[in-house]
C-alpha cells in the first residue's frame, strides 16, 4: 500500500503543476540581450536547456547565484580545456549504452536528454548531436546483464533515466526483475530537483516503484541534489513519494565551483538531505570535462571544504566519501596534509588495485589524479592523461 503523507488538496493543487520547457537560451527573460547573445554561442557548443520551475529558484539579482552557475551558461566553458570522455568511459563500454567497469555493476545509458542540463556535466558528450553512445532498444544490455552472473546492480542513467516515458521505464524495470541475479536497480536521476512533478503526478510510475522495490530486492534513487536551495517543498514530497513507494533515496553530486564549493552549504545541503531520508552518498571531485574549466575545484581545496563540511551535523549527513572517479576506479581523497596528498581505491577496474593506498605530493593546483605526482619512494602509481580517443585497457 503507497502511504502518500500529502493531503488530498495539497496532491490535486501540485498534481495540476507541469513545468514549461525552455530550450534557448534566447528566451530566458531576466538575463539582458546583449549577455544571452554571447551565451548562444555557448549554448550552441554544450547544449543548454531548462524549466520554468527551476529558473524561478535563482535569485536574478545575485550574479553569482549558484542556482544560476548550474544551469546558465558562462563564456568560460569554450576554454580550451578537458576532453569530453574524461574518465574514458569508452574503454568500458561492452556494447551500445552498456558500461561494465566493476564486476557486480552495469550502467544502461537508456536516455540521452534531461530536465535541464547542469553545466558541469560530464557527459556532456552524450547530448551532442554526433554522439551514438546511448540506446532506447536495452535489449542488447538485458540480454549482457542475463548473461553475467556476478552483476547484482544496475544503473540505469544516460541523460535522465525519469525523462523516459513510464512506459518504457516500467519495460525497463520489468525486465531487469525477470533476472533472478540484479538484487538492485539504481536509478540516477536529477528529476527530483528538476521537476519533483515528474514522480508526483505519476501514479502509474509510482506503482512501478512499489511494485520492483522489494524487501529483498530494492530499487534506490540515486537523486542529485547540489544545493540545499534545490530542496523544495515539492521537491522534499517527491522524495517522499519515492520513499512512500519503498525506493531507497540516497544522494550523489559533485563539487562544484560556484554552486556547493563552500563547507557552509555543503554542511546545509547534508543536513536537510539526512532530514528528508535521502542521506549523502558520494562527493565526486569534477572531471577534467571539456567545458568544465569555471566550475572545477582543486583537490586540495576541495578537501579542506569537505572536511570541513564533515564538522557538522549528525552521523547521517557525514556518510559521504569524496571521490575521484578515474578512468582505472573510484578513488577516495582520504587527507591533505602540508606535503602529502592521501588517496585510497575504494573501487578499481584493475582488482590487484582494490584498497590500494597511495600518496602523492600535493599540489594546490591539481584538478585530477593525472597531475599528481607520486611522493618518492612509497610506491604510488603515476598515471599519465590518456590522449583521446585511446583504450586504456588495452594497453593494460
Ligand atoms: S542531470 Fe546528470 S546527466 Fe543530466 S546534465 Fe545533469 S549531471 Fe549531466
Same mark, same amino acid.
Given at each position: &500500500?503507497?502511504?502518500?503523507?500529502?493531503?488530498?488538496?495539497?496532491?490535486?493543487?501540485y498534481a495540476?503543476?507541469?513545468?514549461?520547457?525552455?530550450?534557448h537560451?534566447?528566451?530566458?527573460p531576466?538575463?539582458?540581450?546583449e549577455?544571452?547573445?554571447k551565451?548562444k554561442r555557448v549554448?550552441e557548443?554544450y547544449?543548454f536547456?531548462?524549466?520554468?520551475?527551476?529558473?524561478g529558484?535563482?535569485?536574478?539579482?545575485?550574479?553569482n547565484?549558484?542556482?544560476?552557475?548550474?544551469?546558465?551558461p558562462?563564456?568560460?566553458?569554450l576554454?580550451?580545456?578537458?576532453?569530453?570522455?574524461a574518465?574514458?568511459?569508452?574503454?568500458?563500454t561492452v556494447t551500445?549504452?552498456?558500461?561494465?567497469?566493476?564486476?557486480?555493476?552495469?550502467?544502461?545509458l537508456?536516455?540521452?536528454?534531461c530536465?535541464?542540463?547542469?553545466r558541469?556535466?560530464f557527459?556532456?558528450r552524450?547530448? &551532442?548531436?554526433?554522439?551514438?553512445?546511448?540506446?532506447n532498444?536495452v535489449?542488447?544490455?538485458i540480454a !549482457?546483464i542475463?548473461?553475467?552472473p556476478?552483476?547484482?546492480?544496475v544503473l540505469?542513467?544516460?541523460?535522465d533515466?525519469?525523462?523516459m516515458?513510464?512506459?518504457?521505464?516500467v519495460e525497463?524495470?520489468?525486465a531487469?526483475?525477470?533476472?533472478?541475479?540484479?538484487?538492485i536497480?539504481?536509478?540516477?536521476s536529477k528529476?527530483p530537483a528538476?521537476?519533483?512533478?515528474r514522480v508526483? *503526478?505519476?501514479?502509474?510510475?509510482?506503482?512501478?516503484l512499489?511494485?520492483?522495490s522489494?524487501?529483498?530486492?530494492?530499487? !534506490?534513487l540515486m537523486?542529485?541534489?547540489?544545493h540545499p536551495?534545490?530542496l523544495?517543498e515539492?521537491?522534499?514530497?517527491?522524495?517522499?513519494?519515492?520513499?512512500s513507494c519503498?525506493v531507497?533515496?540516497?544522494?550523489?553530486?559533485?563539487?562544484v565551483k560556484?554552486?556547493?564549493?563552500?563547507?557552509?552549504?555543503?554542511?546545509?545541503?547534508?543536513?536537510?538531505l539526512?532530514f528528508?531520508?535521502?542521506?549523502?552518498y558520494?562527493?565526486?571531485?569534477?572531471?577534467?570535462?571539456?567545458g568544465?574549466?569555471?566550475?572545477?575545484v582543486p583537490i586540495?581545496r576541495?578537501?579542506?571544504?569537505?572536511?570541513?563540511?564533515m564538522?557538522?551535523?549528525? %552521523?547521517?549527513?557525514?556518510?559521504?566519501?569524496?571521490?575521484m572517479s578515474h578512468?582505472?576506479?573510484?578513488?577516495?581523497?582520504?587527507?591533505?596534509d602540508g606535503?602529502?596528498i592521501?588517496?585510497r581505491y575504494?573501487?578499481?577496474?584493475d582488482?590487484t588495485m582494490?584498497?590500494?593506498?597511495?600518496?602523492?605530493?600535493r599540489?594546490d593546483?591539481?584538478c585530477?589524479?593525472?597531475e599528481?605526482?607520486p611522493?618518492?619512494?612509497? %610506491?604510488?602509481?603515476?598515471f599519465?592523461?590518456?590522449p583521446p580517443?585511446?583504450d586504456? *585497457?588495452?594497453?593494460d
Open positions: &500500500m503507497i502511504r502518500f503523507s500529502w493531503s488530498k488538496e495539497q496532491v490535486q493543487a495540476k503543476r507541469r513545468v514549461k520547457y525552455i530550450r537560451i534566447e528566451k530566458v531576466n538575463i539582458p540581450p549577455e544571452r547573445e551565451l549554448a557548443r547544449v536547456r531548462a524549466n520554468d520551475y527551476y529558473l529558484l535563482i535569485n536574478w539579482a545575485d550574479p547565484d549558484p542556482i544560476r552557475h548550474l544551469i546558465i558562462r563564456e568560460e566553458e576554454s580550451d580545456w578537458g576532453e569530453l570522455d574518465s574514458n568511459e569508452k574503454a568500458v551500445r549504452g552498456v558500461q561494465h567497469k566493476y564486476p557486480d555493476t552495469v550502467l544502461l537508456c536516455n540521452e536528454v530536465g535541464s542540463y547542469c558541469y556535466c557527459r556532456k552524450l547530448f &551532442m548531436d554526433e554522439n551514438s553512445e546511448v540506446t532498444d535489449s542488447e544490455g !549482457y542475463s548473461e553475467n556476478q552483476v547484482s546492480n540505469l542513467t544516460g541523460g533515466p525519469l525523462l516515458s513510464t512506459r518504457r521505464i525497463i524495470l520489468e531487469l526483475w525477470a533476472i533472478p541475479h540484479v538484487k536497480i539504481r536509478i540516477g528529476m528538476f521537476d519533483p512533478w508526483l *503526478n505519476d501514479l502509474p510510475l509510482q506503482h512501478a512499489q511494485s520492483y522489494a524487501p529483498d530486492r530494492r530499487i !534506490y537523486a542529485h541534489f547540489d536551495r534545490e523544495t515539492p521537491a522534499v514530497e517527491g522524495i517522499d513519494t519515492f520513499i519503498g531507497i533515496c540516497v544522494n550523489q553530486c559533485p563539487l560556484g554552486v556547493n564549493d563552500d563547507p557552509a552549504v555543503l554542511a546545509e545541503l547534508y543536513e536537510k539526512s528528508i531520508g535521502c542521506p549523502p558520494y562527493l565526486f571531485q569534477g572531471r577534467p570535462t571539456a568544465n574549466e569555471p566550475y572545477e586540495v576541495g578537501w579542506h571544504i569537505f572536511s570541513e563540511a564538522k557538522h551535523g549528525a %552521523g547521517l549527513a557525514r556518510r559521504a566519501r569524496y571521490v578512468r582505472t576506479g573510484k578513488i577516495e581523497i582520504l587527507a591533505v606535503s602529502y592521501y588517496l575504494h573501487r578499481a577496474y582488482a582494490r584498497g590500494q593506498f597511495m600518496i602523492y605530493q599540489d593546483q591539481a585530477w589524479l593525472d599528481l605526482e611522493a618518492e619512494g612509497l %610506491g604510488a602509481p603515476r599519465e592523461p590518456v580517443g585511446e586504456w *585497457n588495452d594497453a
